[in-house]
T-cell receptor, first 113, second 113 residues
Framework: AQTVTQSQPEMSVQEAETVTLSCTYD???????LFWYKQPPSRQMILVIR??????QNATENRFSVNFQKAAKSFSLKISDSQLGDAAMYFC??????????FGTGTRLQVTL | NAGVTQTPKFQVLKTGQSMTLQCAQD?????MSWYRQDPGMGLRLIHY???????DQGEVPNGYNVSRSTTEDFPLRLLSAAPSQTSVYFC????????????FGSGTRLTVV
């Protein structure tokens, strides 16, 4: 079974600074997808970014980018120019051949002035 | 577009009562899932379905039943509510291709007293 580990329960960043959230996973599959979801206080789950395991190029979506290290099974999220609206829980998730989505335990990001 | 609609948004049950959490999607997604979210534990898969008439257990299925008679609907039944089932419940749906992220409903906060 696949597992996803987020070792940072809480992180803090100052507005306009850059922060990196960590995620590692364990799998025996060679083809899979990785996702980062954002959950603001409204509770809604919002897809932030996705990465296909076969693509070497790291995904980027505006201020959000990932550092995908397939051999190390690492998938970190970098948020540049942090904004107050980025404050939320962030979940790393894995989707493989079974197409079930497996989540990590989440990282709560605080953004300070 | 309605997306994934969950009802109710909040519910209080007494121990031993039964209820059904409703979930409907209008995107013709093949895959549907139910998750529960508890503090410090991320989102855990309860049951999932890969199509009408097909369901399977996830990580924490005990105390819950599901059925999928149509593509659109995937209700979750609590047979005899217990305080351990106090949680936030999310329904999610997706196309079958694993590169697609799941779309989530807005969640149901359930309290069992």
């Amino acid at each position: 079974a696949q597992t996803v580990t987020q070792s940072q329960p809480e992180m803090s960043v100052q507005e306009a600074e850059t922060v990196t959230l960590s995620c590692t996973y364990d799998t025996s599959e060679s083809d899979y997808y990785l996702f980062w979801y954002k959950q603001p206080p409204s509770r809604q789950m919002i897809l932030v970014i996705r990465q296909e395991a076969y693509k070497q190029q790291n995904a980027t979506e505006n201020r959000f980018s990932v550092n995908f290290q397939k051999a190390a099974k690492s998938f970190s999220l970098k948020i540049s120019d942090s904004q107050l609206g980025d404050a939320a829980m962030y979940f790393c998730a894995y989707r493989g051949a079974a197409s079930k989505l497996t989540f990590g335990t989440g990282t709560r990001l605080q953004v300070t002035l | 577009n309605a997306g994934v609609t969950q009802t109710p948004k909040f519910q209080v049950l007494k121990t031993g009562q039964s209820m059904t959490l409703q979930c409907a999607q209008d995107m013709n997604h093949e895959y549907m899932s139910w998750y529960r979210q508890d503090p410090g534990m991320g989102l855990r898969l309860i049951h999932y379905s890969v199509g009408a008439g097909i369901t399977d257990q996830g990580e924490v299925p005990n105390g819950y039943n599901v059925s999928r008679s149509t593509t659109e609907d995937f209700p979750l039944r609590l047979l005899s509510a217990a305080p351990s089932q106090t949680s936030v419940y999310f329904c999610a749906s997706s196309y079958s291709l694993p590169g697609n992220g799941y779309t989530f409903g807005s969640g149901t906060r359930l309290t069992v007293v």
